[in-house]
């Protein structure tokens, strides 16, 4: 079992930037591959960044390449996503997923463990 919780989420404006942190309990962090995804209303959820269990590979979904960098701390249990030159387009809940494999999948259903989300919302 793995718990996450997300914080971070807020509003902001286009232009500005956020930084999401996903905390982790109940495995050794390490051992686990995390990911992003995000939700906007009417819309499936979809993949936004991930990053394998030693931080040495990532995977960026195209919109949020050059925008978003992700990062974990395995010290603490926790992974960050930090937007910078956030869009309009870009409001979504968001979410932080855990994977049982070793690369930066995009691939949702990979993602056993979800946590419950946290509001974007970018303004224009």
């Known amino acids: 079992q793995v718990q996450l919780i997300e914080s971070g989420g807020g509003l902001v404006q286009a232009g500005g930037s956020l930084r999401l942190s996903c905390a982790a309990s109940?495995?050794?962090?390490?051992?686990?591959?995390m990911g992003w995804f995000r939700q906007a209303p009417g819309k499936e959820r979809e993949f936004v960044t991930a990053i394998s269990r030693s931080g040495g590979n990532t995977n960026y979904a195209d919109s949020v390449k050059g925008r978003f960098t992700i990062s974990r701390d395995n010290a603490l249990n926790t992974v960050y996503l930090q937007m910078n030159s956030l869009k309009p387009e870009d409001t979504a809940v968001y979410y932080c997923?855990?994977?049982?494999?070793?690369?930066?999948?995009?691939?949702?259903?990979?993602?056993?463990?979800w946590g419950q989300g946290t509001q974007v919302t970018v303004s224009s």
């Open positions: 109940g495995r050794t962090f390490s051992t686990i591959t």
């Open positions: 997923a855990a994977a049982f494999t070793s690369s930066a999948t995009p691939m949702r259903d990979m993602y056993a463990y």
